[in-house]
């Protein structure tokens, strides 16, 4: 198959969002007078994934998410603090981030852009995917950014990719490729989308569930043995 338009997730695909995040917190707890112990980094924990399921699941909207995730954190720890103010603090350190996947992410995005049409398809927040992406370096190499805020619904919703594909100039499905490390979102999205996957498994995890992607690579490089006639297939088609 030949693909010409690469739909790129972000988060743990091209960017490292596990050292994003951490390193985000340290600096925002440092900066209000914490120290961000094993403790408190797992009741946020606990208190985010909380959140961003009622979101998922339509019981309250993102500004709450956002908004309430520190200030429950801390009210959990016995502290009242402004959530607001602590969530605009972590936005821009978090917008500021630019820690890329180890295995070539710039070196991918710029070789495959003299020959593809790169996209990026993110849950995420405007500003901060937007600003993550300039830190890093990545972002002239894409030529439309689509996440979820602007949309109005996340992957893997078929509304999500319906919109994206009514936005690209062109779009053919059977040119396209959607490239990301979660079964649930990425690859189950395209799945639903008539759209072929491949997923990025680093840790050659084990997937007995009903999501098999088209291709399953283990290290970012390998898209180019997919995607860049004349190479090597490396990986594994799945279907």
Not at 101 to 129: D, Y
Request: glycine share 6%; with cysteine; aromatic share 10%.
């Amino acid at each position: 198959m030949s693909y010409n338009i690469l739909l790129f997730d972000l988060d743990d695909t091209l960017l490292d969002f596990g050292a994003n995040e951490t390193d985000s917190l340290n600096k925002l707890f440092q900066q209000q007078g914490y120290l961000l112990s094993d403790e408190i980094f797992q009741v946020y924990r606990s208190v985010n994934k909380q959140l961003w399921a009622e979101y998922e699941n339509g019981n309250i909207i993102l500004s709450d998410v956002l908004n309430k995730r520190f200030s429950e954190t801390m009210q959990k720890l016995g502290k009242v603090v402004d959530g607001m103010e602590w969530e605009n603090v972590y936005r821009e350190l978090l917008g500021s981030g630019s820690q890329l996947m180890i295995e070539g992410a710039l070196e991918v995005c710029q070789r495959l852009s003299a020959s593809h049409r790169l996209f990026v398809v993110t849950n995420g927040i405007t500003r901060t995917q937007i600003s993550r992406l300039k830190s890093s370096g990545l972002y002239n190499f894409f030529e439309q950014i689509f996440d979820s805020q602007s949309i109005g619904f996340q992957k893997p919703s078929p509304k999500f990719f319906e919109y994206v594909m009514n936005h690209i100039k062109d779009f053919n499905k059977q040119e396209a490729l959607i490239i990301g490390d979660s079964l649930n979102t990425d690859i189950k999205g395209g799945i639903l989308s008539g759209i072929d996957t491949c997923w990025i498994n680093r840790h050659a995890q084990e997937n007995a569930s009903e999501i098999q992607s088209t291709y399953t690579i283990t290290n970012l490089m390998e898209i180019m043995d997919i995607c860049v006639p004349g190479n090597k297939r490396k990986c594994d088609p799945l279907s």
